[in-house]
């Protein structure tokens, strides 16, 4: 069945990194787009970019353009979310995401537009 596993996050200081991994199965990642998505206490899940199929297409949503970006390694079946200077306003938690009939990537995609997510992994980042 369709699988996606983060993993990767943690407790990190301001203007720190760390890199998030979605390691997928069940389907073939190279065919389907990728939505990251983090949802802070309190707040709605909001979108933080995505990849297209064969790495088509790519967006970032204002907040992190610049800051994070988004890579695929299709023989590990894996989708990464490498993230620099990190903020405070970056702390949530971090869910990738999928949708079987989608290839495009569009940022501006909704959390429930896609089908598929994991259980989501935490990043706190402070001081």
């Known amino acids: 069945q369709v699988r996606l596993v983060e993993s990767g996050g943690g407790l990190v200081q301001p203007g720190g990194s760390l890199r998030l991994s979605c390691a997928t199965s069940?389907?073939?990642?190279?065919?389907?787009?990728i939505g990251w998505f983090r949802q802070a206490p309190g707040q709605e899940r909001e979108g933080i970019g995505c990849?297209?199929?064969?790495?088509?297409?790519?967006g970032y949503a204002d907040s992190v353009k610049g800051r994070f970006t988004i890579s695929t390694d299709y023989v590990e079946n894996t989708v990464y979310l490498q993230m620099n200077n990190l903020k405070s306003a970056d702390t949530a938690v971090y869910y990738c995401e999928t949708r079987l009939s989608e290839t495009m990537c569009d940022p501006n995609r909704d959390w429930f537009w896609y089908d598929y997510w994991g259980q989501g992994t935490q990043v706190t980042v402070s001081s």
């Open positions: 990849i297209g199929n064969f790495d088509s297409s790519l």
């Open positions: 069940g389907f073939s990642l190279e065919d389907y787009a």
